[in-house]
């Protein structure tokens, strides 16, 4: 098969270890299977088992540079925010915390609430200066210190002008203009930003040109989406007619989020004021993101190429499932959104090289609910012919259900034999707004009590009643994004540009526009899951040292790699860019 990968296993010196012992442990690594992949000429074959993966491996060299987890100069300044830090718990996933964690009830005789039992607060009653999670931006953030051996809170850089020593990036931009912003709000006459020239706060000294025009726009923003909160919709559209002609699809990563996030806080406007058509409103419900993420379409590969994010949690994921599944003959996976399960690829090579315990059977059943079963049976016959190329004993199945309410656990085929492992590859995200939904897969895989569940997830707070704290969410997030896109593509890459206008822009728009039932996009952080999932009976697992090791060890491979950072909250781990959280990836067990 032409796009058959080689496996090849080798054993560390047992003296090796992480050099890195702030967050990643003393344990030494004693065994790391190495997977080299050689695969087709052309790996970028869309229809191909494994587009993105070929040119990754799951050990490193020890005698290079990759032998330390993370450089001792390499930044970690990231500021973890609980549930608690948003308000009320419904302001998130809307359910009942009464119940102590690691209790439940095995016949789950009630419906747990997600969303909308809490309507949203489309007005704020609170400045938008005065909201502390602005405030907290660039507060209590944390880097390595020179030593390498602890972590040291960063000083701060407003105040410091630390930020001249270095170019800005977006996240940077943003958290000046918001404490700016929050100056100058706090003054008795509230001055419009852009008509001043900036006498407080932070010294412009020392900063570019274009850095200075990023800032004073981005502080423009900041003003125009308060006015937005406060229905103050004339003097808002003035600041974000200010807003429209000085940012781009184009420019600096600044001027190009503050392009998207004007068109979202105009459409909000329009909506709120009556003046949003409907043919509009048709345009944004008809495009659906993760429907068509599952074609991999050119743009969605080379994201998944050019960025490192996707690739760290999927290697990290299946270390993880590797591990838990060592010395299973016959093991099962239940993946909830498999995509062209490359990922799938990868266990298979680990397995084939598993010479003192043979695999028996590989099973892998896949979860559809929308119209792309297609995609999934072309998936299925790619992994065949995978299998057969390594000799795998492999068996694809297809829950197909028209509606999760309608997933029941007599559908899976299960062998009591088998090891059992569910994947989750921002699945559960998608399910928020449809808490039923939610529950009825929760259940159901409760029911089937699999050894492990490997969870990744978005680690950001986009479900919030209150549009402001959205707002500020949403603008920090995708900066850091649009930073990594800036670093990691050219300016005028086609792919960049799509990822940007049509991706992004949708998700902008839905977060900062819309409200109720149209409002789909409801990120939450790890914290919530942790809470949501306790009720079901699930126990957090830590990831292994080796797991962390292929997270860095796969960013290493990329150009960017070094602005990625690793974070363990709890027993999982956060991944981010420049020190703002991106993903989450966490092993859980059942009671």
């Not at 060299?61 to 948003?86: A, I, P, R, V, W």
């Not at 274009?210 to 308060?226: F, G, P, R, T």
């Not at 920090?476 to 822009?505: Q, T």
């Amino acid at each position: 098969m032409e796009d058959l990968y080689r496996v090849s296993f080798s054993t560390v010196d047992e003296n090796s270890s992480s050099s890195n012992d702030i967050f990643w442990g003393t344990e030494e690594l004693n065994e790391v299977y190495k997977v080299q992949f050689s695969g087709a000429e052309d790996h970028r074959v869309y229809g191909g088992v494994d587009p993105f993966y070929s040119n990754f491996e799951f050990s490193p060299d020890y005698s290079s540079q990759e032998g330390n987890l993370l450089s001792t100069n390499q930044e970690k300044y990231h500021q973890q925010q609980s549930y608690h830090d948003y308000g009320h718990l419904d302001d998130i996933l809307q359910f009942d915390m009464v119940s102590p964690p690691l209790q439940f009830d095995a016949q789950y005789p009630t419906t747990v609430p997600l969303c909308g039992t809490t309507k949203d607060e489309p007005h704020s009653t609170i400045p938008l200066a005065s909201l502390e999670i602005l405030k907290n931006y660039g507060k209590g953030f944390k880097r390595l210190s020179n030593e390498g051996k602890s972590l040291q809170p960063v000083v701060d850089s407003v105040a410091t002008n630390e930020f001249v020593l270095r170019r800005l990036s977006t996240e940077d931009v943003m958290r000046i203009a918001g404490t700016r912003f929050i100056q100058s709000s706090s003054s008795e006459s509230e001055p419009l930003p852009f008509l001043e020239t900036h006498p407080y706060g932070f010294s412009f000294s020392g900063l570019s040109d274009e850095e200075k025009e990023d800032v004073a726009l981005a502080e423009s923003l900041l003003a125009s989406a308060e006015k937005v909160g406060h229905q103050q919709f004339e003097r808002a559209s003035k600041l974000l007619s200010h807003c429209e002609s000085l940012s781009s699809k184009t420019g600096s990563p600044v001027k190009r989020i503050v392009h998207y996030f004007v068109e979202a806080l105009l459409q909000r406007i329009d909506r709120e004021t009556g003046r949003g058509s409907s043919k509009d409103l048709q345009k944004d419900q008809s495009f659906d993101p993760e429907e068509a993420a599952k074609e991999l379409n050119p743009t969605i590969v080379a994201f998944c190429e050019e960025l490192p994010f996707s690739q760290i949690s999927v290697f990290t994921a299946v270390q993880a499932i590797i591990e838990d599944v060592a010395e299973a003959k016959k093991i099962h996976v239940i993946d909830l959104e498999i995509r062209k399960g490359g990922q799938w690829a990868i266990l298979m090579q680990a397995l084939e090289s598993r010479h003192q315990c043979p695999i028996e059977l590989l099973k892998i059943t896949a979860i559809e609910s929308g119209t792309t079963r297609h995609i999934v049976e072309d998936t299925g016959k790619r992994l065949k012919d995978f299998a057969q190329g390594l000799n795998i004993p492999f068996s694809f199945n297809i829950v197909m259900v028209p509606d999760l309410l309608h997933l029941r656990e007599d559908l899976f085929e299960i062998d009591p034999e088998e090891a059992l492992a569910v994947y989750s590859p921002y699945a559960l995200r998608t399910k928020i707004q449809q808490s039923d939904q939610l529950e009825a897969i929760m259940r159901v895989i409760r029911t089937l009590n699999p050894n492990v569940m490997v969870v990744a997830e978005i680690e950001a707070n986009h479900n919030s009643t209150s549009f402001i704290n959205r707002f500020i969410e949403a603008l920090f997030f995708f900066s850091a994004f649009f930073d990594c896109l800036d670093v990691c593509m050219k300016g005028n890459d086609k792919n960049r540009m799509i990822m940007e206008s049509v991706y992004f822009n949708h998700g902008i728009r839905n977060i900062v526009a819309t409200e109720g039932a149209e409002r789909k996009t409801r990120n939450v952080k790890i914290d919530v899951w942790r809470a949501f999932f306790s009720r079901f009976g699930m126990v957090e697992k830590e990831l292994s040292t080796l797991s962390l090791y292929q997270a860095d060890l796969v960013s290493k491979r990329f150009p960017c790699g070094s602005f990625c950072t690793f974070d363990k909250n709890g027993q999982c781990l956060l991944v981010g860019w420049k020190g703002t959280p991106i993903n989450s990836v966490s092993v859980w067990k059942f009671l």
